[in-house]
């Protein structure tokens, strides 16, 4: 069985751009296709169509037999191949599974889907229904991979390996947001689902200019999406970039010190944020930028739901530069006192453009930061303030009391020597 792939499909409605890729999986005739096609080849052709903005894969399986033209295939092993294969050239992609379903019995259409159900985003509207319908409403499954809170998605704002970003406006008002859309990397059971909606919910109620402000939220299958306020000037992270890789004292300083706003009044309320890093504060306005902290609790609870499908150990690779040791040895308790350390990191790379820690070539992230220690700040910033150097050294330290404990103390000695 193999697949072959459809044209990428861009359509164009007045100022607004949906983007999207068709991808068809086809059981192949040797008579009337001589060269088959691997899910590989499909992937590359999902890749082609990521490279080119595309926010979602139709991936549309059909069954090819001689003389009866195009017929539903749901064969799990080819889906999953394919599946598999798209995952991997994008990371982080929607996947929107499409066919029509033929005949009443329905048991291989929902064997498939049941088994990719973590992985697949989406189904068609009318493959549900007929599916709900054949099987008397035993097996539904939400259609999307949200309820549409926005009108269209305009474009991708970044990705990672949870998910992307995408730039959408709110059907209620045309108002610009940032659309997140997570993707479970294991199957989603609704004790869970509930338990991590339940979280980001608490979450939402935080109301601070300093914080990215949660307008909407939601989940179908394996999908969550967070409707965000949108930050037109990006990250820290993209400006460090424009800026040539680091950034004057008074512009640094004046950014952590409305960050550390946002994270006190967090901190009062009992919310520690446990993912703080450059690309995770965001910038508004002209000029005089206004820092907002974002993704609150998002990563976190994601992870401890366990939907991330990684380890404590696995995680904290991927963010080694702004974690703090005891983000991994004490992975299930988190503190104000970590996110002190997080954001202390941040200023440090925002000043130096390097990572307090030194981690050399081909040694493992993990065992770095267990062993501990860092650079102090004026080995890499020589002209830096004794003091402003003192306080970040104390943020920095590997031992929890010995830093400031949460971030309105960080705040207040800042502020002194700032």
């Given at each position: ?16 751009v949906v983007v999207t890729c068709a991808l068809t999986g086809v059981l192949t005739d040797p008579r009337q296709h001589p060269v088959p096609v691997t899910p590989e080849e499909m992937a590359a052709s999902a ?139 294991v199957p989603v059971d609704e004790k869970s689902r509930l338990r991590f909606h339940h979280e980001i919910e608490t979450i939402g109620e935080l109301r601070h200019s300093n914080i990215v402000e949660l307008f ?203």
């Open positions: 069985m193999t697949a072959s792939p459809a044209a990428g499909d861009r359509r164009e409605r007045g100022d607004r890749r082609e169509a990521w490279n080119a903005g595309a926010a979602v894969m139709h991936v549309h399986f059909r069954h090819q037999e001689p003389g009866r033209g195009h017929l539903p295939s749901w064969d799990p092993e080819v889906a999953t191949a394919i599946v598999d294969a798209i995952r991997e050239a994008c990371p982080g992609v929607v996947i929107n599974m499409t066919t029509g379903v033929l005949g009443p019995d329905v048991s291989g259409p929902i064997a498939c889907l049941e088994r990719l159900r973590p992985e697949i985003a989406a189904v068609n509207a009318g493959t549900l229904n007929y599916l709900k319908t054949r099987s008397g409403g035993r097996w539904a499954w939400p259609p999307m991979v949200f309820d549409n809170p926005v009108d269209k998605i305009e474009r991708m704002l970044g990705r990672g390996a949870m998910g992307a970003v995408y730039l959408a406006k709110r059907k209620d008002d045309s108002v610009k947001v940032a659309l997140k859309i997570m993707l479970a990397k909407e939220h939601g989940s179908a299958g394996s999908g969550f999406y967070f409707a965000m306020e949108y930050c037109a000037a990006g990250n820290i992270e993209e400006y460090m970039q424009k800026k040539g890789g680091q950034l004057p004292l008074e512009e640094a300083g004046w950014m952590i010190l409305q960050v550390l706003e946002g994270l006190a009044y967090a901190h009062q309320k009992g919310y520690v944020h446990r993912a703080i890093r450059p690309s995770n504060i965001l910038l508004t306005g002209n000029a005089r930028y206004t820092a907002k902290l974002g993704d609150f609790g998002l990563v976190r609870s994601f992870e401890r739901s366990g939907f991330s499908g990684m380890s404590a150990m696995a995680s904290g690779a991927t963010s080694s530069t702004f974690i703090p040791r005891e983000q991994l040895t004490q992975f299930r308790s988190s503190s104000p006192v970590s996110d002190v350390w997080s954001l202390a990191a941040s200023f440090y790379y925002m000043l130096t453009g390097r990572s307090p820690r030194v981690f050399p070539q081909g040694k493992d992230p993990i065992e770095v930061i267990l062993r501990g220690g860092f650079t102090p700040i004026r080995e890499c910033y020589p002209s830096i303030p004794r003091k402003v150097a003192k306080v970040i050294d104390r943020a920095l330290d590997d031992d929890m009391k010995g830093r400031y404990p949460d971030a309105s103390e960080f705040l207040r000695a800042l502020n002194k020597v700032l």
